[in-house]
């Protein structure tokens, strides 16, 4: 595949099924590499509003870190790691049309390779997601 200016291809070992939301790897070719540390759903540094859903949550982060790497000349086509942190898994696990249509209004169709981790707690304490990326500029 070839998206925003790098060549990129989803990584899928023979016999395994294609997993819904995410890529397990990514191969891409580019000569910069951006890593965008972990954005929580905040505006600059106030902190995170009481009482967001997980799903909104979710979409603040992913659109902090979408203006992040458009602030390096990337864009949603240049991410190809995204790791996420939350604090409940089960919140999380129950949540998951909320965080798909955050999803859906931030990356679109764009599954870069994902890693979710649970933590008990960050930085913020009203933070309950913090999402962290790795993209590649063509």
Known sequence: MSDAGIDYQAILPEG????????????????????????????????VAVGLTLGEQWRLA????????????????????LRAYVTDMAEFNAGGAQVGEAW??????????????????LVDPNARVEIEAEAVLG
């Open 16 to 47: 395994w099924a294609r997993p819904r939301g995410f890529a397990h790897a990514v191969s891409s070719r580019g000569s910069t590499t951006i890593r965008v540390s972990g954005q929580l759903a905040r505006a600059g540094n106030a902190p």
């Open 62 to 81: 992913l659109e902090n870190l979408i203006s992040v790497v458009r602030a390096a000349g990337g864009d949603i086509g240049n991410i190809v790691l």
């Open 104 to 121: 859906a209004a931030t990356l679109g169709r764009h599954f870069p390779a994902m890693t979710l981790v649970g933590v008990t707690a």
